[in-house]
């Protein structure tokens, strides 16, 4: 692929989707949400992603009650799309799933402990951290996890480290029903990543999009694929929709980190360029290809 501006290409494309909470049965959320076939459709359109992700991460409230089937159909919509792209999936604990159903309808695994585990992705390290607290829906990292991340953060990874956790470690402003099941204890996560190649905190259990930092570290919570909160509701303290679901691109280079939102939904579309351009803009001069694109009087703007 040309290089068209200034940086080169990202180093690794990951996709970031949280909160599909699939019911078993093929049941209605609320009695109206599909959330089959919500996360049915995220997939469809990360699959017309160029270039295609190298992992796709979920972090968190992968089953609504943790229901073995909706595990099973969990699996059976993402691991063969996953297969197509070549990329690793990484699942990661939220308050609404079960250690032992996850590990089992997941993992292939019996192990009922915490849901801790490492991935190397082309040299990318994600570590999907277990943040779910048994009968809850607050957060929490308990010490001997803090000591295990602590040992895996000793040996920095080739090209950095990127946490997937449930509850993010971050204020939500516009959300503030949040901030009575956040994350406890959140300086005892930022002791241990300070001064470590961490470069990324990906998040999920809001149900709506933002960012902020911790410890220095940028975090990026995704969206619901299942329904999302209303960041502004009228006369609620808090509001689900069923709207404005999305996932979210990550594109990391050498010195920094690139998140965009894709939502679920396709808008109408009211202008466009053809794929077939890409093939005129190899075939031409760099700066000439520029100046179609900037130019106000080009044929590219008219």
Not at 102 to 119: K, M, N, Y
Request: charged share 20%.
């Amino acid at each position: 692929m040309r290089q068209l501006g200034q940086h080169v290409a990202p180093r690794h494309v990951i996709a970031h989707l949280s909160d599909p909470h699939l019911i078993g049965g093929r049941g209605l959320h609320y009695g109206v949400i599909d959330n089959v076939a919500h996360l049915t459709r995220a997939i469809e359109r990360l699959a017309e992603v160029r270039p295609a992700p190298r992992a796709l991460v979920f972090t968190g409230d992968l089953a609504d009650q943790a229901e073995p089937d909706a595990y099973a159909t969990l699996r059976a919509i993402v691991e063969p799309a996953a297969a197509a792209m070549g990329a690793t999936v990484v699942w990661t604990m939220g308050n609404h799933d079960e250690r032992g159903p996850f590990a089992r309808g997941l993992l292939d695994s019996d192990d009922d402990g915490f849901q801790d585990r490492v991935h190397d992705v082309d040299g990318l390290r994600i570590v999907a951290l277990d943040t779910s607290v048994p009968g809850h829906h607050h957060g929490t990292l308990e010490p001997e996890q803090l000591a295990w991340l602590a040992d895996v953060l000793a040996t920095p990874a080739e090209h950095g480290t990127l946490l997937a956790m449930h509850h993010p470690p971050l204020p939500v402003p516009m959300l503030r029903a949040a901030e009575l099941i956040e994350l406890h204890d959140q300086q005892a996560l930022a002791d241990v990543i300070d001064g470590t190649d961490v470069r990324g905190i990906l998040a999920g259990h809001l149900h709506l999009t933002t960012w902020s930092t911790f410890a220095g570290v940028p975090v990026s919570v995704a969206s619901a694929s299942c329904y999302t909160s209303d960041p502004a509701p009228i006369d609620r303290f808090v509001s689900g929709v069923d709207a404005n679901q999305a996932f979210t691109m990550v594109h990391a280079y050498d010195d920094r980190l690139v998140h965009t939102l894709v939502p679920l939904e396709r808008g109408t579309e009211v202008s466009h360029l053809g794929t077939d351009i890409t093939e005129a803009l190899e075939a031409i001069p760099l700066e000439q290809a520029r100046e179609l694109a900037s130019s106000k009087t080009s044929r590219f703007n008219n």
